[in-house]
């Protein structure tokens, strides 16, 4: 049965504006990171729209809608570390594996920061493909072959904007003038441009091989991430990029350290808190609804959860605090 088409509503950039500028004033933070899928999802709510759509006629698409795998919880699964090496799940875990390294649903909670896309009134549907495009980003740096520098991080987008279908090359190109203003690469601009263009042109390639959306995750841990770059239309990179020493620019090194917004906390308490907050999650408790709370009523459920207290008492709690949970 052809499922009625969702209606196309009008972007709006004076949001999005703002918001990226917000991004810029500290990128690695969480506020930054929320930031910038808001922009987003301001100037491009009416492709998302055309992405579920898409997936509702697609097979892999419907049975992604119809399992509603939440995939930050998936690739946080331990089990993906005892997977043969080389394949994309224990790449993945291998990848994001600093003791430090803030989970992928923790990191994608922020996008629920100030309960946004229940203020957007977003259907379950569309809160579902933001959540899981979200949770996509460092499976997308495995694929690329980019890392988490900065100016990595910004090659990344332009690979990102051609597989995410997010804009035509000139949307690329601008991105990386952007990107090239900030950070002043130690390369030269022209070659700055030049591997943007062929990031961008990787991931345009990759999306004519399959959509973005309807890429089932979950399925492909277990399979060699050169098999799965082969079957997504992935190129590997001819050789690694290292771009630890190209930023030159005082704004894109203070930028690329979060302006000490990032790293102010010591290593022990961060530990503490991913450790404590996934136990939290364990429980029951959405981090959508943890990432909403006071800090002093996280530090509460937290100082609960290294009592001992079981899943239904932090349940309660969690409750009792503003949280909505499900038992």
Request: hydrophobic share 40%; proline share 7%; glycine share 8%.
């Amino acid at each position: 049965m052809q499922l009625p088409t969702l209606p196309r509503l009008p972007v709006r950039p004076h949001r999005a504006a703002r918001y990226l500028a917000q991004w810029l004033v500290n990128p690695v933070s969480a506020r930054g990171v929320a930031y910038i899928h808001w922009a987003q999802y301001e100037m491009l709510e009416p492709r998302l729209r055309r992405q579920l759509d898409e997936m509702r006629d697609h097979p892999d698409g419907r049975r992604i809608l119809e399992r509603r795998t939440d995939l930050g919880l998936a690739l946080d699964d331990p089990e993906l570390g005892e997977l043969p090496e080389g394949t994309l799940g224990r790449t993945y875990r291998d990848f994001v594996s600093a003791p430090e390294a803030i989970p992928s649903f923790m990191l994608t909670s922020v996008i629920h920061l100030d309960r946004h896309l229940e203020r957007l009134g977003w259907d379950d549907d569309m809160v579902f493909l933001a959540e899981r495009l979200a949770n996509t980003h460092d499976l997308v740096h495995v694929l690329s072959g980019y890392g988490t520098h900065l100016a990595a991080e910004a090659l990344n987008i332009n690979f990102i904007i051609g597989i995410m279908e997010l804009g035509p090359r000139p949307v690329s190109e601008g991105w990386s003038a952007v990107s090239a203003a900030v950070l002043l690469p130690s390369v030269g601009v022209l070659d700055w441009r030049r591997q943007g263009n062929a990031a961008y042109e990787r991931g345009r390639r990759a999306a004519a091989t399959k959509p973005f959306h309807c890429i089932p995750w979950e399925d492909l841990f277990a399979t060699p991430l050169d098999e799965v770059r082969r079957q997504l239309g992935v190129e590997p990179l001819a050789e690694p990029v290292d771009t630890s020493d190209w930023i030159r620019s005082p704004l894109g090194r203070a930028m690329a350290t979060g302006f000490g917004g990032a790293t102010a906390e010591p290593r022990e308490h961060k530990e503490r808190r991913i450790r404590l907050t996934k136990a939290l999650v364990a429980a029951g408790v959405p981090m959508r609804e943890i990432v909403n709370l006071e800090p002093g009523a996280v530090e509460d459920l937290l100082a609960l959860v290294e009592r001992g207290d079981d899943p239904a008492a932090l349940r309660r709690a969690a409750s009792d605090r503003g949280a909505r949970v499900a038992a």
